[in-house]
């Protein structure tokens, strides 16, 4: 269910039950359309260039070359470059997200400066990221938020 609604046409205390109420019985809040689309794309950018820097893409996107897992050598080089997006650790402290999870907590938020890459590319599917639960690697309090974006172009439905 898109919580998206929620945000916009409720009152902030009216909004804040509702949020924490799905939290709590579906352990998980679906955002639509949160980001600001033209950062959303800029963060995209970001990561497309890395990709296709490295012959891991092309110059419209599209996945190229074997795929590349977690243990193998050339992912780690990438994966590291990534990690030096300043817009991609910039996303954890947009506004829009750290509202969000103020509304949850009801407190100060602390945003976790360890962020993770899931990539994700076309014809790897067998090397994607399952579901799972963060607590076991990043520990943290039991009642810890993660929260996750897709950067990608998704066509409408």
Sequence with gaps: MDSVDV??????????????DRMACDGYLFFSA??????????YGDV??????????DHEGRAIGRPKPGGDP???DVYNQMQHLE??????????????MQMLVQNT???HPRNIARNSLPNAQRHTTPPHQDF??????????????HCGITPCR
């Design 34 to 43: 949160l980001m600001p689309t033209e950062f959303m794309r800029a963060v």
């Design 74 to 76: 050339e992912y780690w």
């Design 7 to 20: 945000i916009g046409n409720k009152g902030a205390a009216e909004a804040t039950a509702e949020l924490r």
């Design 109 to 111: 938020v602390l945003v």
């Design 136 to 149: 076991p690697l990043v520990q943290g309090m039991p009642q810890t938020y993660t929260h996750g974006f």
């Design 87 to 100: 817009r991609f650790h910039a996303l954890a402290y947009r506004p829009e997200i750290v509202s969000i």
């Design 48 to 57: 497309m260039g890395v990709l296709q820097r490295n012959g891991w893409a």
